[in-house]
């Protein structure tokens, strides 16, 4: 692969390797929850891994690369996101009938679940990603996003009222596309 | 966790796909390495780790009186204008906003190319700052890192118009830049449309109701906002559900089919159809007649502007046809059951629909745009031009591989001689407006 000219590799860390190979489609399946596409979301996941290379020898938990990793995603998610405009403006563009069973009721269903990840405010997005994709404990999510448990129980509420009653959702909770 | 929380986790799971590809440690060294080579600090700080965490001391807040409220409305609008452009790594030089809002909320960015003076460049040099993709058809280059949504993109009036989430963009063809940028509503997909000195924006769509925005083309100052009444349910696919011409604009608008007059920026006429949704809508080049596609499916001809029905024909699918362009030959559209290959129906019927191209593939879709002198059907394997008057295929490029990751070219639009097209790839940093030359097949 090129480099600039003069410019050498950095040395690769133990374990790096196979850490970005095993866990990096959990990770831009996060980044894409998170961002809503799959260039930001690899732009998302790279960002956060050429953050955590460096460090990649000292890291405070060893045995929990990934928790490092989230860390640094979320927190470069949350601003990137400060740093856009955010218009949330409200639309009722969002999917009202759905043939289920079929790969085209699936694409509808993943814009619903877009479109509603897109009216949460960032952080609850965050908790959202973190806790219920990521699997990642109260505590877990508290420390990435660097806030309470008190504040992620209460982000995490707050998301799920607002999914609830987000359009072309409701179904969708209950089990509605078949993957 | 509660019922409703193991719901939703099943949900994130299940309705999450698997990615296009992987991030390899290759993509991280070769990122790191050439953000030490330009001497960057990395964008993103890493949190720091407990052992070396130390305390910063804390800076004291300026006292932001009255006296600075002007400074801080610019600071502000810097800060959206930057938003949009943070992505344009190592294209600064031609997406530089340091402009100022305008009354209509436009941010406009007053440098275009530092490297290039685009004020005096003629129609159709880019800037030298554009970066050529390897792999791409026709010497094809990015030129800016605005996302516009394929079929989005338009030429009129000397510029470039398409939207990206949350904006209608005004690009300079001349280099690439974004010169305005408007905030519309962030799930409407539709093209814009151009009628007369005006380009005109679906900016909300909604159940509830529609609203069209008007703005100079040339300035992006609003000039008209019309709230257009929606009867039922708007079409799911959103896609070409605004057309215009002759002082007119017509909307999908649910089961009705609304006009506009962008003279008196009221709605002129509006008619319920019984097989609606009205999921998309065309004019002929000429302005005599609009297109209509409806349900699953009908393609309805009316006369303009008596609006009598001229032609009316059915395909029975599981979808919905969208993305309508009319040409002198016929109509062109997609299915949303097919979305790889682009149908023509000669002369506005489909009982003669035919498959043009295909175009498309894993990762992409197709949508068609007529441009220049002929359509354009772009996707993630091929680049088509075809026939306005039949439907011929003029010539197929390749599209191939970027260091193994698919790339995407589509929704073309032709302004100054060069071809201008949505482009995307599943690799980092890899996505915005990208120009081409046109073939003389196609030109």
């Given at each position: ?31 894409w ?25 000292s ?22 996101r ?5 218009g ?10 759905q ?64 999914l609830r ?15 | ?47 720091r780790?407990?052992e ?10 300026p006292?932001w ?14 800060v959206?204008?930057?938003?949009s ?15 100022a ?16 003076s685009?004020?005096s ?28 949504t ?23 063809p ?21 009628v ?25 100052q ?17 896609a ?7 002082h ?32 998309s ?9 609009l297109?209509?596609?409806l349900?699953n ?17 059915t395909?029975s ?8 362009v ?43 745009s ?15 031009c075809a ?5 011929k295929v003029?010539?197929?490029a ?6 193994g990751?698919?790339q ?6 032709v ?6 097209a ?22």
């Open positions: 692969m090129d480099t600039l000219p003069g410019v050498t590799r950095p040395a690769e860390p133990d374990g790096f390797r196979d850490f970005v190979e095993a866990r990096s489609p959990a990770l831009l399946r996060s980044g929850l998170l961002t809503g596409d799959w260039p930001s979301a690899e732009d998302l996941v790279q960002t956060a891994l050429a953050a955590a290379w460096p460090r990649w020898s890291l405070e938990r060893p045995d929990a690369p990934e928790l490092y990793v989230r860390k640094i995603m979320v927190n470069t998610f949350l601003r990137w400060q740093r856009r405009w955010n949330e403006i409200a639309t009722g563009r969002l999917p009202e009938t043939a289920y069973g079929d790969v085209f009721a699936q694409v509808d269903a993943r814009q619903a679940l877009l479109a509603a990840l897109d009216r949460l405010p960032a952080r609850q997005r965050a908790v959202v990603v973190l806790r219920y994709f990521a699997d990642q404990t109260e505590a877990q999510t508290a420390a990435a996003m660097g806030c309470s448990v008190g504040a992620v129980k209460s982000h995490g509420a707050k998301a799920l009222a607002r009653d987000a359009p072309g959702l409701a179904e969708l909770l209950t089990g509605g596309v078949a993957s | 966790m509660n019922t409703e929380e193991r719901q939703l986790t099943d949900l994130l799971h299940r309705m999450t796909p698997e990615p296009p590809r992987r991030v390899t440690v290759e993509d991280i060294a070769f990122r790191l390495a050439n953000e030490a080579g330009q001497g960057r600090q990395a964008q993103s700080r890493a949190p780790l407990r070396s965490r130390r305390r910063e001391p804390r800076r004291r807040r006292n009186g009255p006296a600075w409220a002007p400074a801080l409305a610019a600071a502000a609008v810097l959206v204008a930057g938003g452009a943070a992505l344009a790594v190592g294209l600064s030089s031609n997406s530089h906003h340091t402009g809002t305008s009354p209509g909320g436009t941010v406009t960015s007053s440098s275009a190319a530092p490297t290039t685009s004020a460049s003629a129609p159709g040099v880019v800037s030298a700052s554009a970066v050529p993709l390897k792999d791409a058809p026709y010497g094809a280059e990015l030129v800016n890192r605005h996302k516009i394929p079929g989005t993109l338009i030429s009129g009036d000397g510029y470039l118009f398409g939207t990206e989430p949350g904006f209608l963009d005004q690009i300079d001349a280099n690439g830049s974004v010169v305005h940028q408007v905030p519309i509503n962030t799930q409407v997909t539709s093209a814009p449309v151009i007369d000195d005006q380009v005109w924006a679906v900016t909300t769509y909604t159940s509830a109701g529609a609203v069209l925005t008007g703005y100079n083309a040339t300035t992006m609003q000039v008209a906002s019309v709230t257009v009444p929606v009867n039922g349910r708007t079409s799911f696919a959103a070409g559900v605004l057309a215009g011409a002759d007119n604009l017509y909307l999908a608008a649910g089961d009705d089919i609304a006009v506009v007059s962008t003279v008196t920026d009221k709605v002129t006429r509006q008619w319920h159809e019984l097989q609606g949704p009205v999921n809508l065309a004019t002929s080049p000429d302005g005599t007649k297109y209509a596609s349900g499916v009908t393609l309805l001809t009316y006369s303009v502007p008596g609006f009598a029905t001229l032609d009316t024909s395909i699918v599981n979808g919905v046809a969208a993305n309508l009319a040409t002198s030959g016929g109509v062109w559209g997609t299915l949303s059951e097919n979305d790889t290959t682009v149908w023509f129906a000669p002369g506005g019927n489909l009982a003669n629909l035919v498959h043009v191209g295909n175009a498309s593939g894993a990762n992409g879709y197709a949508v068609p007529y441009s220049g002198s002929a359509v354009w059907i772009g996707g993630a394997q091929a680049l088509v026939s306005p008057a039949n439907g003029l010539a197929t390749s599209i191939g591989q970027a260091s990751a698919a995407y070219l589509g929704g073309v639009a302004a100054g001689g060069r071809a201008y949505s482009y995307s790839s599943s690799s980092a940093q890899q996505a915005g407006t990208a120009v081409m030359t046109v073939p003389s097949a196609c030109g």
